[in-house]
């Protein structure tokens, strides 16, 4: 067997997302407000200038196969590492090579580090001399947040791109394409495909259109063909192949059914906010989406109105991610509860809302002098009012003057809002009688 035997078996040998991985921009499912047309990446894609730059996101939504699209579309070299099993001896061995590539024959070199975060500061430094230098173009894929997990020198020196899970559209746009594809894809087998499985593969992947592959893939090799030598995946064979229940609905009683969870939350009825909860875990729908609803409505629906309806909510979602089924379902239950029975109030929504409308309204603001960075601009900064020099609070102007009057927040007289309202009027009354006092330039 020679080499290119050898190849073609290992690539015929791979999963089917890695046989499907799109090979160019027009290929690549979903992520349009990154890559679509005319957007930054697109256009430094196209010309060969990208930057070093962090993809991060969730798993399955095309951040590696990003990464070896624009390896494949650019005249410079690319090496790829894993910082699982790579470290600073590897990370300099392609930081030579990449030196001396540029400086005999003009060419940059692209270095792609997968879980990039596992990288820790000894490892990130390694490589800070050679991006700022020009010797590499750094290209980060990373799951975690690269704010709070990677070295801020690394971060500060790319752009960040956040991946978003896909759309259920996309992941079955991607089943279809497997499924059409002869080369590389199932289109060879004789294979037939109901609706309803691709809509269930693509609804409980999770936004991961390599699990969904993987699943199609399964269900293709593992059924028996019939007696006309057709092999027939439906839903029954979807939910073995992707270990997930169908829906014992359909699509439009499914988001009946969420909205009424919702409506029963916001309503203050916790009997039928478990009802419908429990309703939705049955029919097979993904518990995880129930667990984001709750923290949603404890922010949007009850919010400063008991603050720590939050802090269940997210700490139940927390908990169910680390359980699972069946047991995980209590402390959802019990944050349902909860924040179906705490007092209500709209508040944050309506002050974010309406900073939103400000901030797009206002064309130019500026900052009022005393607020500003004295460190910034080394320039003596004076009028600042420090409040623990006052007892904790004292009058001053933090918006800038165009809007100086606006009120974002008017608390509620539902639970702690309440409180909040009688420090806010007891601090109008204290500005009315308290005395000038000193400012503090210095802090």
Known sequence: ?????????????????????????????????????????????????????????????????????????????????????????????????????????????????????????????????????????????????????????????????????????????????????????????????????????????????????????????????DSDGVVRVDEVVAEQSIQQKALGFDESMYYDIISAFIKSMRGSDSNAAVYWAERLIEAGADPMLVARRIVIHAAEDVGLADPNALVVAVSAMHAFEKIGLPEGRIPLTEAIIYVSEAPKSNSVVGALYSAERAVKTVVHESVPVYLRDPNYRGEKITGYKYPHDYGGWVEQQYLPDEIKDSVFYTPSDNGFEQVIKERQEMRVKSAKTKPAGNTSPHK
């Open 1 to 225: 067997m020679d080499l290119f035997d050898l190849q073609n078996n290992l690539e015929n040998m791979a999963p089917l997302a890695e046989r499907m991985r799109p090979r160019s921009l027009e290929e690549f499912i979903g992520q349009d407000k990154i890559v679509g047309q005319g957007s930054l990446l697109r256009r430094a894609i196209a010309a060969d200038r990208l930057g070093s730059c962090i993809f991060y996101g969730p798993p399955g939504t095309g951040k590696t196969t990003l990464a070896h699209i624009i390896a494949q579309n650019t005249n410079a070299a690319f090496a790829k590492l894993n910082a699982v099993t790579s470290g600073v001896a590897d990370a300099k061995k392609v930081i030579e090579e990449a030196r001396e590539r540029l400086r005999v024959s003009g060419r940059r070199t692209y270095l792609m580090l997968d879980e990039c975060h596992r990288w820790n500061k000894a490892q990130s430094d390694s490589v800070l001399q050679a991006i700022e230098q020009g010797f590499i173009v750094f290209i980060g894929s990373t799951t975690e947040n690269p704010y709070a997990s990677m070295t801020r020198a690394i971060v500060s020196r790319c752009r960040v791109f956040e991946f978003s899970r896909l759309s259920d559209a996309d992941i079955e746009k991607g089943l279809r394409h497997a499924l059409a594809d002869k080369e590389r894809g199932l289109g060879a087998m004789k294979l037939e495909v109901t609706d309803g499985a691709l809509r269930h593969l693509a609804r409980t992947a999770g936004g991961d259109l390599r699990t969904a592959l993987n699943a199609l893939e399964l269900a293709a090799i593992t059924t028996h063909a």
